[in-house]
C-alpha cells in the first residue's frame, strides 16, 4: 500500500495548495492514490512549511480512522469499502490530566492571559476547561466529554500577544507520552461543560481555536463555548460527533475566512436533528481576513484597558 498511496509530486502551482493549517499558499502537498480509484479529501496531506507551521495529517492516520481496507487497490470500491476490526477507543487517565493542572507561572497560554484578564477570572478558565501545563511551557487543552472519560489533549505554545508560536509545533500528549498507537478519538474542547447542571437552558457556541473558547468564556458567561480544535481535527461530518449536543441550541462562529465553509456544515448538521445557526459577526466586521472571534475580543478588550 505504501507504493500505492503517496504525497503528490510537483507538476506546477496547481500541485501545491492552501494548507488548512497555516492558510499559506502554494505550500501544501496532498496525498493521492497512484492507481487513481480514490481521491482523499483536501486536508490530507503535508505542509512544507516544516519549522514554521508542522501540519501533516498522513493518508495513514485518515485509512486508520475510517477504518478502510483497500484490498491492495484490486478489490476496492469507494462506495463500499471492507471494514476493519474496530479497536475500542482508548481514554486518558483521569489523574494524569489533574497531575498536569499545575505550574500555570510557566504556563505559556495562562501567563499571556495575564495582559487581558485578573487573576480570579483566568482561574475561572483554568477550572472551567481544566487546563494543563507540559514540561515544556506548553499549555495542555484536554478533550473531556459529557460522560466526563478524557479523550485528548493537545499541548501548544503561545506567544505574549496571545498568538500561537508557530516555531513550535502542536503536539499530542499521548505522543509526549510515548503512547503512539493510542487508539484515541477527539471530540469538542469544552464538551464536559454540557454536563454541568449550572449550564442547562444556555445556548452552546462553537468556535475553532481552544483559545477563542477560553477567552470568550469569561466574557459571554452566558454561552457555552466548544472548539473543534481546528477545521479537521475532530470528524465534523459525522453525525455521533454531533450526539452529545442533541435538545441545544448551537450558534457556529466561523473564523473570518471560513464563512460559508461553516454554513455548509451548519446544512449537514441540521439533518442530524440539531438545531443550528451560523453567525456572520465576523464575516461582516472582518471580511477577506483569518481573524477569529477572540482576535476581536482581545483587541477590545485592550481598548478599554489602554483608556482606564
Known sequence: MDN???LEKYAGPQTRHVCPACKKKGEFVRYIDTEGIYTFPNHVGRC???STCGYHYPYTQYIRERGVNFGGGKDFSPTSPKPLPQKPIEYFDKNTMLATMKAYDRNSFVNALRTIFDENQINNIINRYKLGTAKSGATIFWQIDALGRVRYGKAMHYLPDLHRDKSKPPKGVHSLM???GLNYRQTFFGEHLLSLPENKGKKVGIVEAEKSA???SEVFPDLILLATGGKHSIRLKEKSTWDCLQ???VVLYPDADAQQE???LAELVKTFGIKISVSTLLAKAAPETQYDIADCVIADLKRKQ???
Open 262 to 264: 461553516w454554513e455548509e
Open 214 to 216: 477560553c477567552v470568550c
Open 178 to 180: 510515548g503512547k503512539h
Open 48 to 50: 512544507n512549511r516544516e
Open 4 to 6: 500505492r498511496f503517496t
Open 247 to 249: 435538545g441545544w441550541e
Open 306 to 308: 489602554q483608556r482606564q
